[in-house]
């Protein structure tokens, strides 16, 4: 089963099963959960599944140190769908590990065909985005770069380019343009980086289930070609992705009912909000009779994934649901009332990091 990263269709449970099989993604089971409590995304079981995470609590018990690597492709503002990874960075670094952010902008040119000089105010406004999340740019907390300025990645893609053959990106991504395998081996070295830079250490990489591609083919490259450095093979983590707003498959810029971005105006989000697909029966006596269905309902998902820090309500909410006491409307209101404040909170808190993320990227 090909898993295409760049694609713009959602991949469900049942898939999900299939590709854990296929490709020995671990599960995270009760055990894994305990010792990473205090990561909400693993503690609501957000995060399904991990490559290597044992050598990450290994490293946090010896005191040893550990990183966490992803970025974000320069294409378009903070949306619902990129904020996920963004807060799983941040959590990971609040857990010990330096955190290494890259800004992807070869990938926006090959997969967006946006020049470099295009991606720059973008890239700008990105980072600014996480460092209002709570990224601890400290330079002993956070390494920063943009693809298309970092010498590492492109020698490292070089290096192991001579490992690679067509039929081999053919089997992990299908047929693709050459420009988007080019890219592949690039974030290879993205994913490297921290052990090329900083020496061998474990390396955890947040990603949606659809990126497994790449972490498997960095895996690979890794053991054929460090092994003499003694590199950790990276390891990450799988999210299940938040489908679209209004019920469709996935966010996605084709559907823009199916999504808000940070940038937009605050009306337009909440219109967003208030049309989103709930799990709501036909009409009141019968979601009282029958109670409602928060599993299908976007309004649930994304109060668990993002606007409702405590688990004690989110669980209230939900047997509520289920049972019938609570209405939709009643729902919807308090959501909306979440994520305007959240999104509020979060302008104002980025406007005065729009400086910093320039100096971060050095760029005038």
């Keep these: 089963m090909t898993v295409d990263p760049w694609s713009s269709a959602n991949i469900d449970d049942n898939e999900i099963e299939r590709l854990i099989k296929e490709f020995g993604i671990e599960r995270v089971d009760d055990i894994t959960r305990q010792k990473m409590l205090e990561n909400r995304f693993i503690r609501r079981k957000i995060i399904f599944g991990h490559r290597s995470l044992g050598d990450i609590f290994k490293a946090i018990d010896s005191r040893n140190s550990w990183a966490v690597m992803s970025g974000i492709k320069p294409s378009g503002p903070f949306h619902l769908g990129t904020l996920t990874t963004a807060l799983e960075i941040v959590e990971f670094q609040k857990l010990g590990a330096r955190a290494y952010y890259c800004i992807a902008d070869i990938e926006s040119w090959e997969d967006n ?15 600014a985005d996480i460092l209002a999340l709570g990224l601890d740019p400290d330079p002993e907390k956070a390494y920063i770069w943009r693809q298309s300025k970092e010498p590492i990645v492109k020698d490292v893609c070089f290096k192991v380019g001579r490992l690679v053959t067509q039929n081999m990106v053919n089997a992990i991504y299908g047929e693709k343009p050459f420009g988007l ?79 808000f971005t940070f940038n937009e105006p605050i009306d337009s989000i909440e ?82 990091l729009i400086e910093k993320a320039r100096e971060l990227l050095d760029i005038r």
């Design 113 to 127: 065909g946006i020049r470099y000089e295009e991606a720059e105010e973008t890239a700008v406004d990105n980072l």
């Design 271 to 352: 219109k967003k909000v208030k049309n989103a697909l709930t799990g709501g029966r036909r009409n009141k006596k019968e979601q009282q009779e029958l109670g409602g269905e928060p599993q299908n309902c976007m309004i649930y998902k994304i109060l668990m994934y993002h606007f409702e820090p405590n688990d004690d309500k989110l669980k209230e909410n939900f047997e509520k649901c289920v049972t019938g006491q609570l209405l939709c409307g009643a729902c919807k209101k308090n959501a909306i009332e979440k994520v305007l404040a959240f999104i509020k909170d979060h302008e104002k808190k980025k406007a005065k």
């Design 181 to 259: 395998y080019l890219a592949a081996l690039i974030q290879v070295g993205d994913i490297v980086l921290p052990q090329y830079r900083d020496g061998p250490q474990p390396t955890i990489v947040p990603v949606g289930i659809d990126q497994d591609p790449h972490i498997r083919l960095t895996r690979d490259l890794t053991r054929r070609y460090f092994s003499e450095e003694k590199y950790f093979l990276p390891g990450a983590t799988y999210h299940r992705l938040l489908p679209g707003l209004d019920g469709s498959d996935k966010m996605s810029k084709r559907n823009p009912n199916s999504y």
